[in-house]
């Protein structure tokens, strides 16, 4: 059974580096997430940037590892982010990597959706938790 997760969160990004190439900038930033709502907890994330010379143009991948509770169930899991933006129209994925959940979170899938209005970030987050076999 699918279920629904809903919430907020903060976000720290500590740029770690940065690269000047003709075509895009590379970068790389950590960031750290703390969770309200149906997700209460904290993630660490790694992303790599891209930033075209064309404003609104750039591409990003993450990592991140979520530690808390879902919805009661405690665990941890990883997040994998690809995300795009051409021109100013961003195209997001962020899906659960399969069998990174531990403890009650174990059986763990799904997918992500993040809406950032001016410095507030929420999530919706679509899962579902297969019983053990």
């Given at each position: ?72 169930r405690t665990g941890t899991f990883v997040l994998q982010h690809s995300g795009t933006m051409k021109r100013g129209l961003p195209q ?42």
């Amino acid at each position: 059974m699918t279920a629904h997760a809903t919430g907020t969160f903060e976000v720290k990004m500590e740029p770690q580096s940065e690269e000047k190439t003709e075509g895009a900038n590379l970068g790389r930033i950590s960031l750290s997430k703390q969770f309200h709502g149906s997700l209460e907890g904290s993630s660490k994330a790694e992303m790599l940037t891209a930033m075209t010379s064309v404003k609104g143009s750039a591409g990003y991948v993450a990592i991140e590892r979520f530690t808390g509770t879902l919805d009661g169930r405690t665990g941890t899991f990883v997040l994998q982010h690809s995300g795009t933006m051409k021109r100013g129209l961003p195209q997001l994925m962020i899906t659960i990597v399969p069998d990174s959940g531990t403890e009650q979170l174990t059986g763990l899938s799904g997918k992500m959706t993040v809406e950032v209005s001016g410095e507030k970030h929420s999530y919706d987050f679509e899962y579902t938790i297969e019983a053990a076999h």
